[in-house]
């Protein structure tokens, strides 16, 4: 069966990094598009970043670019968030999610996604 198992986060301090893992199993996942989405308390689930599954392209929220990186590793069947110059405003919860297969990928196309991590905790603060 498809599994999402998510690994890292944590507190930390602004202006730090954290890494968030996410390995996959049950399904071919280099094919598949992959998307990192995070969920603040009150707030609707937003997206953070995508790669595609054709080539390999990326696509950030404006709010994340230039400071947050997603990435794949196939042959591992894992993809990472690497973020950097956390910010408060950066707190919540975490998710990695499956999108469509040979599509491109689209952080706004939340219904193309159909499994979901568990969820990891990223709390930044002083």
């Known amino acids: 069966q498809v599994q999402l198992v998510q690994s890292g986060g944590g507190l930390v301090q602004p202006g730090g990094s954290l890494r968030l893992s996410c390995t996959m199993s049950g399904f071919t996942s280099e094919y598949y598009g992959m998307g990192w989405f995070r969920q603040a308390p009150g707030m609707e689930r937003e997206g953070v970043a995508c790669i595609s599954g054709t080539d390999g392209s990326t696509y950030y929220a404006d709010s994340v670019k230039g400071r947050f990186t997603i990435s794949r590793d196939n042959a591992k069947k894992t993809i990472y968030l690497e973020m950097n110059s956390l910010k408060p405003e950066d707190s919540g919860i975490y998710y990695c999610?499956?999108?469509?297969?040979?599509?491109?990928?689209?952080?706004?196309?939340?219904?193309?996604?159909?499994?979901w991590g568990q969820g990891t905790q990223i709390s930044v603060s002083s």
């Open positions: 999610a499956r999108g469509l297969m040979y599509r491109t990928c689209a952080l706004r196309r939340m219904a193309e996604y159909d499994y």
